[in-house]
C-alpha cells in the first residue's frame, strides 16, 4: 500500500507565498526533527482517550457509522474489529511504540516536502502542486500565479535550516486547588431555586429533577443540567450570552464589534498565566472541542468534550490519571468569563476571516440574492446583513473587548451542560468553578442599559412587498428564486408584541374552553410553526418538484430567533435561468393554496406530526440537542420558554389541529401583495465563449442557516 500525503491551504490572495513558506516550514520541521517525547505522550493519550470513548458506545453506534467503518475496513484490506477489541488492540500497539519509530514514520511521511531541500536527496514519487488564484492580467500582481512562481516558490521555501520544535509545557490543570480553595472563600458559593416565566413553579435548590435539574448559583448565573448516556463518555456544555448584534446596536458599540470581538475570542485563548499555546494544546490533549459565534441575539459559547479523566500519561498499572475532560471544561469556561487576555494577532486572524468571507459573498449568487432581499426587508438593519470589510477594518482591539466583556456579567449568563456524568459531582464542579465567579465581573466594561434591552423587534416590513433581480457575472449559468415575508418567531412572538396565540384566542368567537386551554399552553405556538414548516416543505416539494418539475430541490425555512420579537420566512429554490420565473410563481402558487384553494387536511397534519415527533425523539439521543433546548428555559428575555417546552413537547404536538393551523397562517405574510420576491441569476463575461464539451455543475442550495465558522 501507500500513503497519500495532502495539505490544504486557504489564505488571503496578496499573501499565498507567505502561507506557503508557513505551512511548509512545519512540514519540514516534523520530517527532519520528528516530534518531541512531550508531544508523543500527549497524542497517545488523546488516542486512546478516542479509542475509550468509541468502545464505551459499543452497539450503540448507529448503523451509518458501523456501515461505513465495515466498508473502509474492507476496502482498505484491515481486519474488522469490535470497538471493544479495537481498543485493547490499540493500547497493546501504543505501549511498544517508541519516539524513534514514530519520527521514522514522520521522516517517511514527509520525505516529499524535505527533498526539495538543495542538499538532500531527491524522493521518487509524485509531487502534485494546484493553486486557485484570482484571475487577473497583471502579472506583477502580488496576488498574481503562475506555474514558475509556484514552483520557485516551493523550493525556496524548502531552503534554509529549520530549527526543532521547543517542548510546550502544557499545564495538566490551568487552575491550581489553592486558588480555587481562595476563590472560594472570598466568594462563598451556594445554589438557589431555578425561576421561571412559563408558569412551572420554582425548583428547588438541594434537589434534582427529571429530566433535568435547573438552579442559579448566587452570583446569578443561571445553570441547568441532564444526564445524557446515550452518548457514552461525552459530554457537551453550552454558555448563552444573550445581547449579540441586537446589544451591539442598542448599547452604542461600534458596528461589527460584537461579531468580530466573538471571532477574536475563537482565535486567541490566553488566560491567566498560560500563553494561547499553552491553552491550545491544554485544549488538544483533552480533547476539548470549542466553538464561538455571535448571532443576531446572543453570544453563544459551545463545548464538546470527553467525560473521562483525560491527558493521561503510561499505561496499565503505571498510567498516571489527568482531570476529567468536564472539569477542563470548567476551567475553561472559568477563564474566558474573568481572565481572558485580548490580544492582536487574534484580532488579525479575526478580521482576516471576515474579510474573506464577505468578499466570498459577492461572488456567490446565493448569498448576494439572500443579502439582496434581507437588505430591502430589513431597510438596511446591520443586525441582519454581512459584516462589510470596511466596518471589519475599523474595528480595534478596545472596540471588540468592550463589546464582548459588557455582556459577559453573570447575572445575564446561562450554563446547560448535558452529558454521561455523575450529576452531583458536576454540579459541585459548576459551583466551585462558576459560582465563585464575582458578581460584579466585568461590570467595569459595562454601559448604561436600556430598561428594554432584551426585548428586541425586528424593523417593520414596508408593504406593498417588493420584486428584486439580481445578476451576477459568473461562466456557470444557474439561478436562484426566494420568496420572503413576515413570520412569527419561534415562540410564536410578533413584531407588536402580541403572539400568534392571543391572536387565535381573540378571533376565535367559537372557541371552547378545551381549544383555550389548549392554545394558553407556552409551547403551542412554537408547535403550529414547526408544524406549517414542515407541511409547507412537502407542498413545495410535491407543486414544484413533482408535478411541474421546475426544480430538484425547494426550501421553506422560518428564522430561529427566540427574543427578537417577529421574524420571516423564506422559500429558496433552485432553478435553471429559463425555468427561474416560472418556478418562482409556482412557489408563490403553492403558499397561496395553503390558504385558499387548497387548505391543510387531517392527512397533512398527522403525518406532520409523526414527522416532527419522530425528529425530536431523534436527537433526543444527543447532548447538543439536550443544551439547546435546555438554553433559554431560565431567561426572562424568552417568557414562553420554560421547562414544560421539553417535558409537553409530544402532549401538545398531537393535541394541534388543522383548524388552529389554518388561523396561524394568518399571522404570516402570504398575501402576494405582502411577499417580497428575488430571483437571481449569472450572465456570462462579456466575451466570454464557453467550450462545445463544457458540464455545467449545479449549485448547491444554499437555506438559512446562521453562525460562526467551527473550529
Not at 506555474?147 to 524548502?158: F, M
Not at 461579531?259 to 498560560?274: L, T, Y
Amino acid at each position: 500500500g501507500c500513503a497519500v500525503c495532502s495539505l490544504d491551504l486557504t489564505s488571503e490572495p496578496e499573501r499565498w507565498q507567505e502561507a506557503i513558506h508557513a505551512s511548509v516550514k512545519e512540514i519540514r520541521k516534523l520530517g527532519v526533527h520528528g516530534v518531541t517525547q512531550g508531544e508523543m505522550e500527549r497524542y497517545v493519550g488523546a488516542i486512546m482517550t478516542d479509542s475509550a470513548q468509541l468502545s464505551a458506545m459499543g452497539d450503540r453506534l448507529s448503523h451509518g457509522d458501523q456501515l461505513a467503518y465495515l466498508m473502509e475496513t474492507v476496502a482498505n484490506g484491515h481486519t474488522f474489529m469490535s470497538p471493544e477489541n479495537s481498543y485493547v488492540v490499540t493500547e497493546k500497539a501504543l505501549a511498544t511504540l517508541s519516539l524513534e519509530e514514530v519520527n521514522e514514520a514522520a521522516r517517511e511521511l514527509c520525505s516529499h516536502i524535505v527533498s526539495f531541500n538543495d542538499e538532500c536527496k531527491p524522493e521518487e514519487g509524485p509531487v502534485i502542486v494546484i493553486a486557485c488564484s484570482p484571475d487577473t492580467t497583471e502579472a506583477s500582481g502580488a496576488s498574481h500565479v503562475t506555474e514558475q512562481s509556484l514552483v520557485s516558490c516551493l523550493r525556496d521555501a524548502c531552503q534554509g535550516e529549520v530549527e526543532p520544535e521547543e517542548e510546550v509545557i502544557v499545564p495538566h490543570t490551568l487552575i491550581d486547588e489553592g486558588d480555587l480553595r481562595q476563590a472560594m472563600e472570598e466568594n462563598p458559593a451556594h445554589w438557589e431555586a431555578g425561576k421561571f416565566t412559563d408558569g412551572t413553579p420554582d425548583t428547588p435548590a438541594d434537589k434534582f429533577t427529571r429530566p433535568f435539574t435547573l438552579r442559579r448559583l448566587n452570583n446569578g448565573v443561571r445553570v441547568g443540567i441532564s444526564q445524557n448516556k446515550a452518548e457514552s463518555q461525552r459530554g457537551y456544555l453550552r454558555l448563552v450570552v444573550p445581547g449579540g448584534r441586537d446589544a451591539e446596536k442598542k448599547l452604542g458599540f461600534k458596528s461589527g464589534s460584537m461579531s468580530v470581538g466573538a471571532r477574536a475570542m475563537q482565535e486567541g485563548g490566553a488566560f491567566g498565566k498560560w500563553s494561547r499555546e499553552q491553552v491550545e494544546l491544554f485544549c488538544v490533549d483533552h480533547l476539548l472541542q470549542v466553538e464561538i459565534q455571535c448571532n443576531e441575539e446572543a453570544i453563544i459559547i459551545d463545548f464538546v468534550f470527553p467525560t473521562t479523566n483525560v491527558g493521561n500519561t503510561g499505561f496499565g498499572e503505571d498510567a498516571e490519571l489527568g482531570i476529567t475532560g468536564t472539569e477542563a471544561v470548567m476551567q475553561i469556561l472559568r477563564e474566558i468569563i474573568i481572565g481572558f487576555k485580548w490580544e492582536e494577532d487574534a484580532l488579525g486572524r479575526s478580521k482576516s476571516s471576515f474579510r474573506s468571507a464577505h468578499e466570498g459573498l459577492q461572488k456567490n449568487l446565493e448569498g448576494m440574492t439572500t443579502e439582496l432581499i434581507m437588505e430591502t426587508m430589513t431597510g438596511q438593519d446591520e443586525r441582519f446583513l454581512s459584516i462589510d470589510v470596511d466596518t471589519v477594518n475599523a474595528v480595534t482591539l478596545d472596540d471588540a473587548k468592550n463589546a464582548v466583556m459588557s455582556q459577559l456579567s453573570p447575572s445575564e449568563l446561562e450554563v446547560s451542560v448535558v452529558g454521561d456524568f455523575d450529576l452531583p459531582v458536576v454540579l459541585e464542579m459548576l459551583r466551585y468553578y462558576i459560582g465563585t465567579v464575582p458578581a460584579d465581573t466585568n461590570s467595569e466594561y459595562r454601559t448604561e442599559i436600556p430598561d428594554n434591552i432584551m426585548e428586541g423587534t425586528m424593523p417593520t416590513l414596508s408593504l406593498p412587498g417588493k420584486r428584486l433581480d439580481l445578476e451576477l457575472v459568473d461562466s456557470d449559468p444557474r439561478a436562484v428564486a426566494y420568496v420572503a415575508g413576515s413570520a412569527p418567531n419561534l415562540w410564536g412572538y410578533l413584531p407588536d408584541g402580541s403572539t400568534l396565540a392571543e391572536r387565535l384566542l381573540k378571533e376565535d368567537k367559537k372557541a371552547s374552553d378545551y381549544d383555550k386551554q389548549r392554545r394558553s399552553h407556552p409551547l403551542f405556538s412554537n408547535a403550529v410553526l414547526s408544524l406549517i414548516s414542515e407541511i409547507t416543505n412537502r407542498r413545495l416539494f410535491s407543486n414544484v418538484r413533482e408535478r411541474k418539475q421546475l426544480t430538484y430541490d425547494a426550501n421553506f425555512s422560518l428564522t430561529g430567533f427566540e427574543r427578537l420579537k417577529g421574524g420571516w420566512f423564506l422559500v429558496t429554490v433552485t432553478a435553471s435561468k429559463e425555468k427561474a420565473e416560472a418556478a418562482l410563481e409556482a412557489c408563490k402558487e403553492t403558499i397561496d393554496a395553503l390558504r385558499t384553494t387548497s387548505k391543510i387536511s387531517q392527512d397533512n397534519i398527522e403525518s406532520a406530526k409523526r414527522v416532527v415527533i419522530n425528529r425530536h425523539e431523534g436527537e433526543l439521543r444527543t447532548a447538543r440537542y439536550w443544551a439547546e433546548m435546555m438554553s433559554g428555559l431560565q431567561q426572562e428575555s424568552i417568557p414562553l420558554k420554560g421547562p414544560l417546552a421539553i417535558t409537553d413537547f409530544n402532549a401538545v404536538v398531537e393535541a394541534i389541529t388543522t383548524k388552529d393551523l389554518q388561523m396561524s397562517l394568518s399571522c404570516f405574510g402570504f398575501e402576494e401583495s405582502d411577499l417580497y420576491t428575488a430571483i437571481g441569476q449569472t450572465v456570462l463575461p462579456e466575451g466570454y465563449v464557453p467550450p462545445e464539451d463544457d458540464i455545467v455543475p449545479t449549485a448547491p442550495m444554499v437555506g438559512m442557516q446562521r453562525g460562526g465558522a467551527l473550529h
